[in-house]
């Protein structure tokens, strides 16, 4: 408590906005990455406070999704810390059964975020050795708030922020409708209209396919190289195989293994337009990070001509699209499926965790902890299951210190100060 007298004492405690003293973890980002630090944290009887800039837990599920996602992997390498999914669940989740998953996950371990509070800053106060968390409303109110804590745990994901690139043409010509994936729900509003998806990862390939289910005319932009594998073989995940085969083989024989399963099933992709990468594709995603896709049925569409692929985009005009190969295509509407991007480094005020690309600059699995109390979560682009991981050991670590520090403590009187209100 004498860091927070301390901190009383400097020169910017005395602005004009509230001040909240949080006995335990900020964590700030209510999606499964927060919801599984803060359930973790709650069997470990941590208290906490959870910041979600959204009106909601998940909102890249319940409001930067289509209609019809589902989970890529299994339900069981998707399941968060302490709470599996229901056994009734098929092996691949739909969009608004993994939300009803959420939502009673937050209910069980009594996770309730503060909504509304976007997060404009976070640094580190070496006075006091205490965190201290700037936010705004994103209510009507439009108050600020400062948030004190020992500890703060970034929870706000590798997809906080959607990547839409600057493409010729594209703003200041095109007529036609322009999304990103995030804002698109259902091909119901494309039937019959011609459709260009800009991006060929999951995202693209799904969207893709939505519209050709919806009788669009749709084309995909493929500019390079990309591994297309096949969600099952055989009835078994692919990345279930894939982990399986890790254990036993080195990562090159594990890549050759998976491409000649890929090529028996989809097989020769190149004629198709999609030329595969030179690097293995678990290899890649270990190097870049960079996530193979799973066939959920695009490829059907491809090879049938539903779904045409086309090179990379030259300009835009009123009603076309100009193509680097010459063609000219007319359109309707473009989505873009570029991408997200993590948002950590315009607001967190450190350099040591974090990198300039808002990820941490060690690999998995040592990118969860920082120094002076600063932690990651959902950050090691390994999905949920690295998600699980982070928390576990973010709720272990803070757990220790806290059970320390708290007998330590149990005989000290709570001091109050009339700006300075205590939670959790």
Request: contains cysteine.
């Amino acid at each position: 408590m004498e860091n927070l007298f301390r901190l009383m004492g400097s020169e910017d405690f005395s602005d004009r906005r509230r001040c909240i003293w949080v006995n335990g973890p900020v964590i700030v980002g209510a999606g499964p990455s927060g919801l599984a630090t803060a359930a973790c944290l709650r069997e470990q009887d941590v208290p906490f406070v959870v910041l979600e800039r959204a009106d909601c837990i998940a909102s890249l599920w319940q409001k930067r999704t289509y209609d019809r996602i589902k989970l890529h992997l299994p339900k069981k390498v998707c399941q968060l810390p302490k709470m599996p999914f229901p056994e009734d669940y098929p092996e691949y989740p739909t969009k608004r059964q993994f939300i009803d998953y959420l939502e009673s996950y937050a209910n069980k371990f009594e996770i309730t975020p503060q909504f509304n509070e976007c997060v404009q800053s976070a640094r580190y106060d070496e006075t006091s050795g205490l965190w201290r968390i700037k936010t705004s409303s994103s209510s009507s109110s439009g108050s600020e708030m400062e948030y004190i804590c020992r500890w703060l745990v970034v929870a706000t994901g590798e997809n906080a922020e959607k990547v839409v690139p600057e493409i010729d043409g594209l703003k200041t010509e095109f007529n036609g409708e322009v999304i990103h994936s995030c804002e698109y729900k259902s091909g119901e509003k494309y039937r019959g209209k011609s459709v260009l998806v800009v991006g060929c990862g999951n995202s693209g390939m799904e969207v893709s396919l939505d519209l050709a289910n919806h009788n669009a005319n749709a084309s995909m932009v493929v500019r390079s190289s990309v591994h297309v594998l096949p969600r099952e073989v055989l009835g078994k995940s692919s990345f279930e195989i894939s982990m399986m085969l890790m254990k036993w083989f080195p990562l090159w024989l594990v890549d050759k293994i998976l491409l000649i399963l890929a090529w028996l099933i989809l097989g020769n992709l190149t004629k198709y337009g999609l030329k595969r990468p030179n690097m293995g594709p678990m290899e890649l995603k270990v190097v870049t990070g960079k996530t193979p896709v799973l066939d959920i049925g695009a490829m059907e569409k491809i090879k049938s001509g539903e779904v045409e692929i086309v090179p990379g985009i030259r300009r835009f005009t009123r009603s076309h699209v100009e193509l680097v190969d010459g063609q000219r295509l007319d359109l309707d509407a473009v989505v873009l499926a570029t991408g997200y991007r993590s948002n950590v480094p315009s607001w967190l005020q450190e350099n040591d965790l974090f990198s300039k690309n808002g990820f941490p600059k060690s690999p998995f699995p040592n990118a969860w902890k920082g120094k002076s109390g600063l932690y990651a979560a959902g950050f090691t682009r390994k999905g949920l299951a690295g998600a699980s991981a982070d928390a576990v050991n973010i709720a272990q670590d803070i757990g220790n210190v806290w059970r320390e520090e708290t007998k330590r403590q149990k005989m000290r009187t709570r001091v109050g100060h009339r700006r300075c209100i205590s939670v959790a």
